[in-house]
């Protein structure tokens, strides 16, 4: 039976899609049906189809009582809308419908397992959002929450940890046929601990322990956890709240941290070895992983910055965006991320030019537009005096550009949107220190009229920004001072 709240959002999404033209949109990037997205969850391969559910607010293009949408895609690159999976509407989810994740069920169904708030007042008048969690089981299409929820409470939770701060599962199953989620959580130092459950079944639910404990270290709060293996390695994806800057990572605030080492199954025991940022760029937060048939690991984030997300001067059927689908992989220590494969299949009007050597500006016939896969090659003409800075400007007129530039000296590579069109003082730049070798740089621009994904040297590092400027704006231009020798490669994506 579907609740009045559940199928108020259906009717409400129904109508005011057919407000938003496909040309207002990402292309192959996931925005909301209607109104406000942040988180993904429910990240899955479900009845043969990639299943991705977000945190959702239809009625608002800013955030509000959360709810989740859904979208399927036969290739994680073209999605279609699902009805509004999961609303309010019990008193232990009153106020929201938190991030979660999904799992297939032995009997075939879709499980999913998310945080429900419910605010409540203390003894001395203030109001606190209780987080327990909770499960919803479906088809794919249709959900019904669990007779039982919620499923995990404050009794569940070990000595001193917070009933307030305590979110967002991430399932999967083990090589036992057992179920297991990590979750966030705030014990009494007021730091991030991620806490580790079990279930035989999906439905009951054990505390086993203390996986990881942050004890001051990356932030405080640590949200969204994720935790699987690849390549040997173990890994644990977590997004710290109010974190401070450490050299060049870090300095998002409420930052995303990858925490690569070693895992004792037998004694669920996780030995930390080295950590990076997941992403240097400005908008990149709570990112979530499945595992494809094929066995890839593939990893999807929100395209968004909790700072940057003050109110436009001009309103919007629609506020956020997930990031273009990655492939993770660790080589020598570290995370990698390369766009799915599957986006050559969209490559279109190829435009191919080598050894360009140049000084100064450079515009090069049949290199713009605003839907790109572009992948450049950049070396010193001289290796006794290589060039001073080097940046491509995309997303430009007359007066707009976004731009990505590299001073080889400094080993520094910087993203900058202050000029795309934002008439707010929110963060525009942000720069990252890079590997080179004397100049030779390998980077990889990705843009889908609302963002921009720059992958450097096949995948070491990833620098995301979303951007407003006007589609009109589909001009790409090329600086450099000094002389640089380019190779470029530029397809349309469509």
């Known amino acids: 039976m579907i ?43 479900y009845n043969g189809q990639y299943h991705l559910f977000y945190q959702y607010y239809p009625y608002d293009s800013h ?61 001395d008048g203030t109001v606190r959002d209780v987080q327990r969690q909770c499960i919803a089981t479906g088809d794919g299409i249709n959900y019904e929450k669990y007779e039982g929820n919620p499923v995990l409470t404050e009794s569940h939770l070990p000595s001193g940890s917070s009933r307030y701060d305590f979110r967002d599962p991430k399932l999967w199953q083990g090589d036992d046929g057992a179920f297991y989620a ?19 079944d999906g439905f009951d639910w054990k505390f086993q322990q203390i996986l990881c404990q942050n004890r001051g270290r990356y932030g405080k709060m640590w949200e969204c956890p994720d935790f699987f293996e690849l390549d ?20 998002n605030g409420n930052g995303t941290v990858c925490i690569i080492g070693s895992y004792d199954k037998e004694k669920q025991q996780f030995v930390e070895e080295r950590n990076q940022a997941i992403d240097c760029g400005i908008d990149f937060y709570a990112p979530q992983t499945l595992l494809t048939p094929d066995g890839r690991r593939i990893m999807v984030g929100w395209m968004q ?63 713009s537009g605003r839907k790109i896969d572009m992948e450049l090659d950049l070396r010193p003409v001289d290796e006794n005096q290589v060039y001073q800075k080097f940046a491509v400007r995309f997303a430009q007129d007359a007066s707009h550009r976004t731009a990505v530039s590299f001073r080889p000296h ?22 990252s220190l890079v590997r080179h070798q004397n100049g030779r740089i390998r980077l990889r621009l990705i843009l889908d ?7 450097v040297n096949d995948g070491e590092q990833v620098l995301s920004v979303s951007i407003q400027t006007d589609q009109r704006a589909e001009g790409i231009s090329f600086f450099c001072d000094g002389l640089v020798s380019m190779d470029i490669v530029k397809y349309d994506l469509g």
């Open 232 to 251: 040997g390695k173990q890994l644990l994806l977590v997004s710290p709240q109010d974190m401070l800057p450490q050299g060049f990572e870090y300095h």
């Open 449 to 455: 009229r609302y963002s921009a994904e720059l992958f």
């Open 305 to 367: 910055n909790w700072d940057t997300c003050l109110p436009s001067t001009v309103q919007t059927p629609w506020f956020g965006q997930m990031t273009l689908p990655r492939e993770l992989s660790v080589k020598n220590g570290r995370l990698f991320q390369n766009p799915v494969r599957e986006l050559e299949t969209m490559r279109r009007n190829e435009v191919r030019y080598r050894d360009i050597t140049f000084t100064d500006i450079l515009q090069l016939s049949g290199i």
């Open 3 to 45: 609740s009045p709240f559940l199928q108020k959002a259906r009717n409400y999404e129904e109508t005011y899609e057919k407000h938003i033209k496909k040309e207002e949109r990402p292309e192959f990037h996931l925005s909301p049906r209607v109104g406000w997205m942040n988180d993904p969850n429910g990240f899955s391969f």
């Open 63 to 123: 955030w509000g009582s959360m709810h989740w949408g859904h979208a399927v895609s036969p290739d994680l690159l073209h999605w279609t809308y699902l009805p509004t999976a999961l609303a309010p509407d019990e008193a232990y989810d009153k106020d929201g419908c938190f991030s979660g994740s999904a799992v297939t069920l032995p009997d075939g169904r879709h499980l999913l397992m998310y945080t429900g708030v419910a605010k409540e007042t203390q003894e």
């Open 410 to 431: 400094e080993s520094i590579l910087k993203i900058d949107r202050k000029f795309s069109g934002s008439r707010r003082a929110v963060i525009h730049q942000r720069r």
């Open 182 to 200: 990590v979750i966030g959580n705030r014990p009494a130092d007021g730091s991030g601990q991620i806490l580790l459950f079990k279930s035989s």
